[in-house]
RNA sequence: UCAGACGGUCGGACAGCCGCGGCUUUUAACGUCGAGGAAAGUCCGGGCUCCAUGGAAGCAGGGUGCCGGGUAACGCCCGGCGGCGUGGCAACACGUCAGGGAAAGCGCCGCAGAAAAUAUACCGCCUUCCAUUGCGGAGGUAAGGGUGAAAAGGUGCGGUAAGAGCGCACCGCGUUGGCAGCAAUGUCGAUGGCAUGGCAAGCCCCGCCCGGAGCAAGACCGAAUAGGAUCGGCAUUGAUAGGCUUUGCUUAUCACGGCGCGCUUUCACGCUGGAUCGGUCGGGUUGGUCGCUUGAGGCCUUGCGCAAGCAAGGCCCCAGAGGAAUGGUUGUACAUCUUGCUUUGGCCUAUGGCCAAAACGCAGGAGGACAGAACCCGGCUUAUAGACCGUCUGACGCU
RNA sequence: CGGGGCGUAGCGCAGCCUGGUAGCGCAUCUGUUUUGGGAACAGAGGGUCGCAAGUUCGAAUCUUGCCGCCCCGA
């Protein structure tokens, strides 16, 4: 665990953590990092996220290319990610903003502890 | 204890002998592994392979359909909502549902009935006129009768000549607002005064999804035969620069034309301007190797979640054959069925006979369903003797 | 293993798309005609629409699932 866990029990509010789906979401979010939105990379992934149109929920969309590997590996680098988010989203991430998660040809390998820090350290620094 | 409903798990065990298929290998022997929950139907969804140059938009064709979640995905699964049915005073419980749209349009609603979607008036009811007391004329009305699967909101009260949402209350419906919920939806008001019959598993509209073919896909090696026939597409370019074997050939760039597999448009890209590209037919082979099993794989533990399921850690390797191997037999227990003995009870024509029941005991016999991998997974559907576990309901007995 | 098609009277087929009456030919039976038969004419009987569920007031027909038969493909 990282020295940036948990904050003060008291001011912890869960974020509800949505599933982005649609297309025009994703192209959305891929022009609007510059203005105020947030760019973090690790060697496992890219977190790109930026304010949604959903006020009171916090939106997450996973894109896995098939330069990572075949069905069967993508498949299971959307799951690793996708446990990753349910542990720490809901602590960290901003209400009313949607974010994407590119994911690259580490989140295979790497621990889960290591990723779990990653998103969390990513998140933070957006909520800063 | 028995019976029933629902859900889940297993679906013959152990040992000997004789055999079968893979691997290993010295073609042997030894060793080792060797069917299923449905391996089935092929009804959906994927992986994988080949074909099509890729992206976007539209059309055509097919599928799907309450909401949210799960999943690689689904027509599947989980949870929730709503309708219907059964039980109940009710709360509720169980079962079930292809459960978007019928005030976008078209179409259909046989027979019966006056009338089947622009409403209408057969028997009636009421008013009135004529007057030869009628099977009469005019008007009002739709409560009652009758037909039908369905009759133009339902029930009650008021009202009226008789009636009618004509008025009122409740219910239903439409419009609209608050609250709860991610949502489907629920609930509480306000208001309208009835406008909106049913069928979309008829056409259709709306949202979402989908390229085609399949391991007999496909790749390689070898053998053999032929070196064919026929059909179709477009073309036989221009300019500039360079090279050479210099009146031609060739390379590059640009322009122009053509082609790129359901169709059209557009953007990019590629091929081509050749004795070239593609299709169909005919002829030959009926050999081998790969694909072929480590996979969205199993088992256990922990965490998250109401659940479907997901993640992390540990352990394991579990059919890969060619039209196709797992079988037979003997023994031992075991579930179950059955016969006799035995035991218990009752009756009688009473040292016996008959009837009924059986928890335990003894002996004998029978006896274990549906069904067999063929590239591999996730579902659905169908077939299935019997056993076990859980929940609920009913009956009987005991405390 | 994969892909298509068909089940309606004893036999061969319509009807299904667009749901309300199951029809045609041959065969069978009865009658007329003939001395008798055949032929002809007139009339009659005969069908769980493969099975089961669903949609609908109503299903041979629409939808789904089973059963059986036939055809094609290296």
Not at 89 to 101: C, T
Not at 116 to 128: F, N, P
């Amino acid at each position: 665990m990282s020295q940036v866990s948990q904050p003060p029990i008291d001011q912890v509010t869960l974020t509800e953590i949505r599933v982005l789906k649609k297309r025009a979401d994703f192209l959305r979010l891929r022009h609007i990092p510059k203005d105020g939105g947030l760019r973090f990379s690790h060697k496992a992934f890219l977190l790109v996220g930026g304010p949604g149109l959903d006020p009171k929920s916090a939106r997450f969309g996973l894109t896995v290319t098939k330069k990572l590997g075949n069905a069967v590996t993508r498949n299971r680098i959307k799951r690793r990610l996708r446990a990753a988010i349910r542990e720490i989203a809901p602590l960290f991430a901003k209400q009313g903003h949607d974010y994407i998660l590119i994911a690259r040809s580490a989140a295979t390998e790497l621990p889960f502890e290591t990723l779990k820090d990653a998103l969390k350290l990513g998140l933070e620094r957006h909520k800063a």
